[in-house]
């Protein structure tokens, strides 16, 4: 059993489908990388230049986390109305429509002049980026075999890394000590979706994609919708988004300023730190996709080599938790980026384990939890934000958030039913 890329591919077809399939795996999946980190530069900008952007517009930190929270909220309803459009709509017109929309009210964020308008920004943000996963997941479930998709998914995952590693080293070149000249970064990331579009439609084409559809059509019988969304693993599987998306939401946005107001490390120094921080996340994601790809072809179940995982990413998140303890510098460096590449690499063994539902709802099923996670990381920011303004600390959100994924595994162990049979489908 082979590490190629041609194990990935969806099982039953043809020799010449199959071939012809992983050339496309190949195109395809970059472009979904590259979309996810054109979705993580536009989303990322903001928590690159928090600080700045807080005293400029004289943000509290509970405005703050009111801006990350509007994003969430957004992204919630974002997910919901994408999840299902993208089970009844061509993903190859979608997409693009999507990244044009979010791209446009990035740029526009670069014009904000207060509070509120910044508010409005973030909330029609994550409306818009919502309909990145939907697409990207029903993209990749219809691909990538079982024992896959852990592995592509982590491509998929990996290209938030991609753009968030980017995002800081683009903004510590275009920012200056003048007020206001962390505009342009937003303007310059939201102009880079045009960029994308094209090339999508240069060079996929439709039949790429409606291929792995009518392969998908044939091995399910039609059933009401609701009835095979509504199980007992979509409730095990919300448990554990609320776990790793809370956690991953507040790291992403609250990092550069616990590293510059708590720890007391410079603008210059956060920008690097956490594009290095980015870059070791992506080595988690990808490393948690190929340790799953590799226990399962070595034997292990597809829930027991997905589950450990998890288990081994939360423990790394767990380190998080540590924080208040540790003085400033390299220790404490360290085991934030070891925490980081835990919290990233939590995300596509998630979305393996909800391509398991059902093939001709994934968009539905990434919808309706991605509603209520998100609205729960939308609480979970004010709540971060309003410990930090009455404590003048962020140690009891850092503690709380660090072990949070450690409930996502045991959800897993306990509450995810086993594998009834080993499948490559």
């Not at 969806?10 to 395809?28: F, M, P, W, Y």
């Not at 590259?34 to 517009?57: H, P």
């Not at 850092?398 to 080993?422: M, N, Q």
């Given at each position: 059993?082979?590490?190629?890329?041609?194990?990935?591919?969806?099982?039953?077809?043809?020799?010449?489908?199959?071939?012809?399939?992983?050339?496309?795996?190949?195109?395809?999946?970059?472009?979904?990388?590259?979309?996810?980190?054109?979705?993580?530069?536009?989303?990322?900008?903001?928590?690159?230049?928090?600080?700045?952007?807080?005293?400029?517009?004289?943000?509290?930190?509970?405005?703050?986390?009111?801006?990350?929270?509007?994003?969430?909220?957004?992204?919630?309803?974002?997910?919901?109305?994408?999840?299902?459009?993208?089970?009844?709509?061509?993903?190859?017109?979608?997409?693009p429509a999507a990244i044009l929309l979010w791209?446009?009210?990035?740029?526009?964020?670069?014009?904000?002049?207060?509070?509120?308008?910044?508010?409005?920004?973030?909330?029609?943000?994550?409306?818009?980026?919502?309909?990145?996963?939907?697409?990207?997941?029903?993209?990749?479930?219809?691909?990538?075999?079982?024992?896959?998709?852990?592995?592509?998914?982590?491509?998929?995952?990996?290209?938030?890394?991609?753009?968030?590693?980017?995002?800081?080293?683009?903004?510590?070149?275009?920012?200056?000590?003048?007020?206001?000249?962390?505009?342009?970064?937003?303007?310059?990331?939201?102009?880079?979706?045009?960029?994308?579009?094209?090339?999508?439609?240069?060079?996929?084409?439709?039949?790429?994609?409606?291929?792995?559809?009518?392969?998908?059509?044939?091995?399910?019988?039609?059933?009401?919708?609701?009835?095979?969304?509504?199980?007992?693993?979509?409730?095990?599987?919300?448990?554990?988004?609320?776990?790793?998306?809370?956690?991953?939401?507040?790291?992403?946005?609250?990092?550069?300023?616990?590293?510059?107001?708590?720890?007391?490390?410079?603008?210059?120094?956060?920008?690097?730190?956490?594009?290095?921080?980015?870059?070791v996340t992506d080595i988690g994601c990808l490393?948690?996709?190929?340790?799953?790809?590799?226990?399962?072809?070595?034997?292990?179940?597809?829930?027991?080599?997905?589950?450990?995982?998890?288990?081994?990413?939360?423990?790394?998140?767990?380190?998080?938790?540590?924080?208040?303890?540790?003085?400033?510098?390299?220790?404490?460096?360290?085991?934030?980026?070891?925490?980081?590449?835990?919290?990233?690499?939590?995300?596509?063994?998630?979305?393996?384990?909800?391509?398991?539902?059902?093939?001709?709802?994934?968009?539905?099923?990434?919808?309706?939890?991605?509603?209520?996670?998100?609205?729960?990381?939308?609480?979970?920011?004010?709540?971060?934000?309003?410990?930090?303004?009455?404590?003048?600390?962020?140690?009891?959100?850092?503690?709380?958030?660090?072990?949070?994924?450690?409930?996502?595994?045991?959800?897993?162990?306990?509450?995810?039913?086993?594998?009834?049979?080993?499948?490559?489908?």
């Open positions: 059993m082979g590490w190629s890329i041609m194990g990935w591919v969806t099982a039953g077809a043809g020799d010449e489908v199959q071939g012809r399939l992983s050339k496309q795996v190949v195109v395809i999946c970059l472009f979904l990388l590259f979309a996810s980190a054109i979705n993580y530069m536009d989303r990322q900008t903001l928590a690159s230049v928090a600080t700045r952007i807080t005293n400029e517009l004289n943000l509290s930190e509970k405005q703050y986390g009111a801006v990350e929270a509007s994003f969430g909220w957004g992204f919630a309803l974002g997910s919901l109305v994408f999840g299902f459009l993208v089970d009844s709509l061509p993903v190859r017109w979608m997409y791209s446009t009210v990035g740029f526009l964020t670069g014009f904000v002049r207060g509070y509120d308008d910044l508010l409005i920004c973030r909330g029609l943000l994550g409306f818009f980026e919502a309909a990145h996963w939907p697409c990207g997941l029903k993209t990749t479930q219809a691909l990538l075999t079982s024992r896959g998709r852990g592995l592509g998914n982590s491509v998929l995952q990996s290209g938030t890394s991609v753009g968030a590693f980017a995002t800081p080293l683009l903004m510590l070149w275009l920012l200056t000590p003048e007020p206001g000249s962390w505009r342009i970064g937003f303007q310059a990331i939201g102009a880079a979706g045009v960029v994308w579009i094209a090339l999508w439609f240069a060079l996929v084409r439709a039949s790429d994609l409606r291929a792995s559809q009518k392969q998908e059509s044939v091995t399910e019988k039609p059933i009401a919708w609701w009835r095979e969304v509504f199980c007992w693993k979509l409730f095990v599987l919300l448990l554990v988004l609320l776990a790793i998306n809370t956690t991953w939401q507040i790291l992403r946005a609250w990092l550069p300023k616990v590293l510059q107001q708590q720890i007391g490390y410079s603008e210059n120094e956060t920008l690097i730190f956490t594009s290095v921080w980015y870059l490393g948690a996709g190929a340790m799953a790809f590799g226990l399962a072809s070595r034997g292990w179940s597809i829930k027991g080599s997905r589950t450990a995982t998890v288990a081994l990413c939360s423990l790394a998140c767990a380190l998080v938790a540590c924080v208040p303890w540790i003085p400033k510098g390299p220790m404490l460096l360290g085991i934030l980026l070891i925490a980081g590449a835990g919290a990233l690499g939590l995300f596509p063994m998630y979305y393996a384990f909800s391509q398991d539902i059902s093939r001709s709802h994934q968009g539905k099923v990434t919808g309706i939890t991605g509603i209520l996670a998100w609205a729960f990381s939308g609480v979970a920011q004010m709540a971060f934000g309003s410990s930090a303004d009455a404590t003048q600390s962020f140690n009891t959100g850092l503690i709380i958030v660090g072990l949070l994924p450690l409930f996502a595994t045991l959800s897993l162990v306990f509450f995810w039913p086993g594998d009834r049979y080993e499948s490559t489908s």
